[in-house]
């Protein structure tokens, strides 16, 4: 069981546990991962959703380790990583965040690449003091992970920063650009995180489900749903390339990430 899954007090508690794995996310955790925001969704006693990673760190993103539940096929194609990636990381992200109810995620350690696709969906994120966010990916040939909330989350010129270079930004960083709410102790991560759903959870559930559409509606007139989608196809050319340079997209600059993870962090 990748998921755990805990409703009290009207909050359910979405956890990530694979913590010797620092959570990195293959075939069937984001499928239990999705089934539980889908679950949470539906009950009616639900008014917040946490998620959060159990151990030292949130999530390592993509685990780049060979899926045993998503067979590669003997000739891999372009169409095969559009069709698996459009539904585990645009389809799902997008779900996630529009889900009517206030949702929270809770950062500790490392949150990395793919692990922004889980955070960023949330309406608010609180961040220990030990967190850092990176997509280093450029150094894989691509120009970002799929869910491409880096200009919405950190404004341009950030996100142009730490996409070119493959750093990772801090917490109070992050917190500094509107990217994070709130930064606490780690030690008091999940404390803070449960006092703050406590009093978004004591508002009325109409209230709350409209201010989360208002302001979402808001970020899609102004382009986020229309640039989301348009983006994830640019991601796609990454594939694509990496495909005609070494017939297998991860296996372009992977030395060359692994290094870029390491000196980042």
Request: charged share 25%; glycine share 6%.
């Given at each position: 069981?990748?998921?755990?899954?805990?409703?009290?007090?009207?909050?359910?508690?979405?956890?990530?546990?694979?913590?010797?794995?620092?959570?990195a996310q293959n075939g069937p955790l984001?499928?239990?991962?999705?089934?539980?925001?889908?679950?949470?969704a539906e009950d009616p006693d639900v008014?917040?959703?946490?998620?959060?990673?159990?151990?030292?760190?949130?999530?390592?993103?993509?685990?780049?380790?060979?899926?045993?539940?998503?067979?590669?096929?003997?000739?891999?194609?372009?169409?095969?990583?559009?069709?698996?990636?459009?539904?585990?990381?645009?389809?799902?992200?997008?779900?996630?965040?529009?889900?009517?109810?206030?949702?929270?995620?809770?950062?500790?350690?490392?949150?990395?690449?793919?692990?922004?696709?889980?955070?960023?969906?949330?309406?608010?994120?609180?961040?220990?003091?030990?967190?850092?966010?990176?997509?280093?990916?450029?150094?894989?040939?691509?120009?970002?992970?799929?869910?491409?909330?880096?200009?919405?989350?950190?404004?341009?010129?950030?996100?142009?920063?730490?996409?070119?270079?493959?750093?990772?930004?801090?917490?109070?960083?992050?917190?500094?650009?509107?990217?994070?709410?709130?930064?606490?102790?780690?030690?008091?991560?999940?404390?803070?995180?449960?006092?703050?759903?406590?009093?978004?959870?004591?508002?009325?559930?109409?209230?709350?489900?409209?201010?989360?559409?208002?302001?979402?509606?808001?970020?899609d007139v102004q382009g986020f749903y229309?640039?989301?989608?348009?983006?994830?196809?640019?991601?796609?050319?990454?594939?694509?390339?990496?495909?005609?340079?070494?017939?297998?997209?991860?296996?372009?600059?992977?030395?060359?990430?692994?290094?870029?993870?390491?000196?980042?962090?």
């Amino acid at each position: 069981m990748y998921i755990l899954y805990d409703v009290a007090d009207n909050i359910a508690t979405i956890t990530l546990n694979r913590p010797e794995a620092a959570n990195a996310q293959n075939g069937p955790l984001l499928e239990e991962l999705n089934d539980a925001w889908v679950k949470a969704a539906e009950d009616p006693d639900v008014k917040v959703i946490i998620l959060r990673g159990e151990g030292k760190h949130f999530s390592a993103g993509h685990d780049l380790k060979p899926d045993p539940s998503t067979p590669v096929p003997a000739k891999m194609t372009l169409e095969h990583i559009y069709q698996v990636e459009a539904r585990r990381y645009l389809e799902f992200s997008l779900r996630w965040r529009n889900i009517p109810k206030p949702s929270i995620a809770a950062v500790q350690g490392r949150c990395i690449a793919g692990a922004l696709l889980l955070c960023w969906p949330c309406d608010l994120i609180v961040a220990a003091d030990d967190a850092k966010f990176s997509d280093p990916v450029v150094a894989m040939g691509i120009g970002g992970v799929e869910y491409h909330g880096h200009t919405w989350e950190l404004g341009a010129r950030k996100a142009k920063e730490i996409l070119f270079t493959g750093r990772a930004i801090t917490a109070e960083e992050a917190e500094k650009v509107g990217m994070v709410n709130k930064v606490v102790p780690r030690a008091d991560l999940d404390k803070e995180t449960r006092v703050l759903a406590e009093q978004i959870a004591a508002m009325p559930s109409f209230g709350l489900r409209q201010a989360k559409r208002a302001v979402n509606q808001t970020l899609d007139v102004q382009g986020f749903y229309a640039a989301i989608q348009s983006v994830f196809d640019v991601h796609q050319t990454g594939h694509g390339n990496a495909l005609s340079v070494a017939g297998y997209p991860i296996l372009v600059n992977l030395d060359q990430m692994k290094t870029t993870i390491k000196s980042a962090n």
